[in-house]
Structure formats: C-alpha cells, structure tokens
Antibody, heavy 116, light 110 residues
Framework: EVQLVESGGGLVQPGGSLRLSCAASGFTFSSSHMNWVRQAPGKGLEWVSYIGSSNNIYYADSVKGRFTISRDNAKNSLYLQMNSLRAEDTAVYYC??????????WGQGTVLTVSS | QSALTQPASVSGSPGQSITISCTGTSSDVGSSNRVSWYQQHPGKAPKLMIYEDTKRPSGVSNRFSGSKSGNTASLTISGLQAEDEADYFCCSFAGTFTWVFGGGTKLTVL
C-alpha cells in the first residue's frame, strides 16, 4: 500500500524551530519528487517546498530562508526543518508526492501551532 | 505568486451537474497543461481528482471532468451524489518547480 506518514508537529513559540518528518512506503521513494503543502486553519492549501529525485530544491517565497527541505532515500524519509517560526506558519503540514505536475500521494498531515 | 481565483461556494441537487471555475494568469493556468484538482472532505487529506487539465487518475469516477480555456480551468461534476459534498481546490504549476493553489470552493449537495 502506498503510504506517507508525517510526524513531528506540535506547539512552538514564535521564533522557535521544529523538524517535520514524513515516512514513505509502498513506492520507490528515491525516484519520486516530493513536496510539503500546508493548510492554515479554515484556509486553503499552500505549496511550501519541492525536492526532486535529483535533489533540486525550491521554496515558496513565504518560507524561503527559514525552511529547509531534505530527504534520506536510505530511510525513505522526507524532512522539513523550520526555523524562525511565525504565527502565520500555523497549519496542517502535508507531505505529498508529485507526478505529472500534480500531487498524487498525500499523507494524513501533522499539525504545527506557533503561539506563545 | 497570487492564489488562483475560485468561487467560495457552489451547490446543486442530487443528479444535477455543477461546474467550478479556477482563474489564473498566462503565467500559470494559461501557460501549460498542468492544472490539477483536489477533493477534500473535512478533517481528511486532499485527493487528486484531475491532473494535466483533463486527465482522471485511476479510480476516480468519470462523473468528474476537467477543462480549460485560456486562463480559466473548470471542474465539472455530473450526476451529483451526496458523497461529492466537499471542498475542491484547483492548482497550477507556476514554473520552475513551484505551484499555486486556488482558495477553494465548498460544494454543497442540497
């Protein structure tokens, strides 16, 4: 079964840091393009970051310089290191695989709350 | 990038057809065949319904169809069913491995 399972969410103070993880199974992770997509409470979806199978990396302007995406193909895992967190980063964070320019595999999401 | 524009809500009765529009620019929606649509039920992860403007993934009902004209993409759901009630989001590849989503449309089945 194709599956993505996120973990690492929680409550963080403004200015703090957190690392999200996403464990993949049921497909060839190393050859897959992966992304983080977030959804603020009651709001729409927002693409956050992309890492290709060849490790090319891109970020949304809203997180550039603060977030770092990475992957460990040996562990079939995707990561998002988040620094200098702000209240507006509060959201459900989904990892998602993309193919044919669309997000065809989604995890169940992990919740990040940035609040003092 | 600015979010794509979708109506906040649409509604229809069982058996009817509805269409949700998604308007972008020549830099995203209008630039290539890379618009996708997602269905999201409350508390659940999004599900891919349409990709590359008009294609349906395996397992998605043929009641769902996508189209595009210029800078506006559309999702049509025919033969509305109660389980179609959900939020729907459009998304477009916006160049250089970046994507932009629409604000979402809440579909109510009356």
């Amino acid at each position: 079964e194709v599956q993505l399972v996120e973990s690492g969410g929680g409550l963080v103070q403004p200015g703090g840091s957190l690392r999200l993880s996403c464990a993949a199974s049921g497909f060839t992770f190393s050859s897959s393009h992966m992304n983080w997509v977030r959804q603020a409470p009651g709001k729409g979806l927002e693409w956050v970051s992309y890492i290709g199978s060849s490790n090319n990396i891109y970020y949304a302007d809203s997180v550039k310089g603060r977030f770092t995406i990475s992957r460990d193909n040996a562990k079939n895992s995707l990561y998002l290191q988040m620094n200098s967190l702000r209240a507006e980063d509060t959201a459900v964070y989904y990892c998602a695989g993309d193919r044919d320019w669309a997000f065809n595999i989604w995890g169940q999401g992990t919740v990040l709350t940035v609040s003092s | 990038q600015s979010a794509l524009t979708q109506p906040a809500s649409v509604s229809g009765s069982p058996g009817q057809s509805i269409t949700i529009s998604c308007t972008g620019t020549s830099s995203d929606v209008g630039s290539s065949n890379r618009v996708s649509w997602y269905q999201q039920h409350p508390g659940k992860a999004p599900k891919l319904m349409i990709y590359e403007d008009t294609k349906r993934p395996s397992g998605v009902s043929n009641r769902f169809s996508g189209s595009k004209s210029g800078n506006t993409a559309s999702l049509t759901i025919s033969g509305l069913q109660a389980e179609d009630e959900a939020d729907y989001f459009c998304c477009s590849f916006a160049g250089t491995f970046t994507w932009v989503f629409g604000g979402g449309t809440k579909l109510t089945v009356l």
